[in-house]
């Protein structure tokens, strides 16, 4: 019998309290399993990565050293990094590097009480629920480690290599342009010395950083950099610099949020619709968008009008590795959390990659990111999406999920076009318009997403599943 809580991978990783739900014993417990997972797929080595949470350093008592000599006690090839990284980095090492897979000392856009554990298998995307599964049909405690002595353990700093690949990959696509100035706000993340290694070099000159060191508390501001309260700094720091965009990450620098010109807020779907638009008018080759039930339908709108695919997968960019490997050319993943990536580019979202590609296309084109939105608003129309979300009694779960399945429609609406049951329940109508309702994993939430072409047609829709939520209470 296990004395720790049992141990459960969610969307992106094991997220836990530092002291509580995330403790030395669960980060010995969670590298034994991986490695116990590395050595059963023949991937004998692995490299670690990690934010500024706390914790997580290289000294003895850290969680990330502390990952690293349970592994190499086991006989496995570790790489260890100097000092934090983003997420996109470990993706794209084990992505180029060839190892085994790369682990990553994050709780996300958390609160700086969390930390976590992601693991990222080759080809470098999140691990995906097969993968999770058998990782934790290996947690057993205490934890089944091979050898007690630690073998060697390699101190790396890839922080150019990284940066050169960034570079490189965008240099395939884009001519070299005049540089368009940004702003960052790093969060007291992880994105300062990528930026910094990146100025001048992708079509960027990078007039300021906010918030630019790495701690642990991330200065007491909100790390979610999707969040309004987050984008206040920016959107402020953007005008004064009259800056082209600017840019916020969260923590270990794998979402983003995009500010124009004018302080406004981009949505991720947005700024994919808007890389769509450009490669298919430079002919560059480019098969469609995968993204989520929770995401706009400015995606599927474009792809319709371009003749692109369009993909819809459950939450979670894990889920975009089947679609991402079945590309005949590329295709960009985009969540309307802040996940940004392109198939050939990597597996994992990248919060570096979008703002980069805004400043080649704008600076390339002469055009300021509004005129850019304003094209796919002339294209496709001006979609207006709202969310809501409702809570009930952890007793009554299964409940709640039994109805949700076995509702047709709503009683106070037209009735739909379609329904999709992917992940939670999602209604469409011929207009194009759609409502989802979806439970979260973890905590007894509903979360309720609506969007049409009419402001007030979305607010009917999220009222609607309101209304039918009340039923709960």
Known sequence: MMSLKPIAFGTSGYRGIVGDTFTVE?????????????????????????????????????????????????GISVQLVENPVPTPLISWFVKTQGVGGGI?????????????????????????????????????DPPAIINAQPGPIAVIDPIQAFSDFVCSYVGRLYQKSALVPIVVDSRHGTSTDIWRALDGRVGVHVIDILHADGRS????????????????????????????????????ADRHAICD????????????????????????DVDGIVSTVASSAILRAVCQRLGKVYLETAVGFKFFTPAFGDARTRLIGVESSGGFSVSD???????????????????????????????????????VFLEDRFQFDSSRREDVGVELEKT????????????????????????GSWVLIRLSGTEPVGRIYAESLDERRTRELVKAGMDWAAQFK
């Open 345 to 383: 580019y990597l597996y994992e979202k990248c919060g570096f990659l979008p703002a980069v590609l805004l400043a080649l296309i704008g600076g390339r084109r002469h055009l300021p990111v509004s005129g850019l939105v304003a094209e796919i608003v002339d294209l496709v129309g001006n979609f």
């Open 261 to 284: 010109e004018n302080g406004v807020p981009l949505s991720p779907e947005m700024v994919a619709a808007i890389v769509l638009v450009d490669w298919v008018g430079q002919g560059i």
């Open 217 to 252: 508390d991330f200065g007491g501001i909100e790390p979610n950099p999707t969040a309004q309260v987050a984008l206040d700094d920016l959107r402020v720091a953007v005008l004064a610099c009259r800056s082209y965009l600017g840019v916020g990450h969260d923590p270990d």
């Open 26 to 74: 669960h980060v010995r417990t969670i590298s034994a399993a991986i490695g116990h997972w590395l050595l059963a797929n023949k991937g004998a080595s692995v490299v670690i990565g990690y934010d500024p949470r706390q914790g997580n350093s290289i000294a003895s008592d850290g969680f990330p050293w502390m990952a690293a000599t349970v592994l190499s006690g086991m």
């Open 104 to 140: 990553i000392f994050t709780a996300s856009h958390n609160p700086p009480e969390y930390n976590g554990i992601k693991f990222n298998p080759p080809p470098g995307g999140p691990a995906t629920t097969d993968v999770t599964t058998a990782i934790e049909g290996f947690i057993v």
């Open 408 to 431: 047709a429609g709503f009683l106070t609406l037209e009735a739909p076009a379609s329904t999709s049951t992917i992940d939670g329940k999602k209604w469409i109508w011929e207009d």
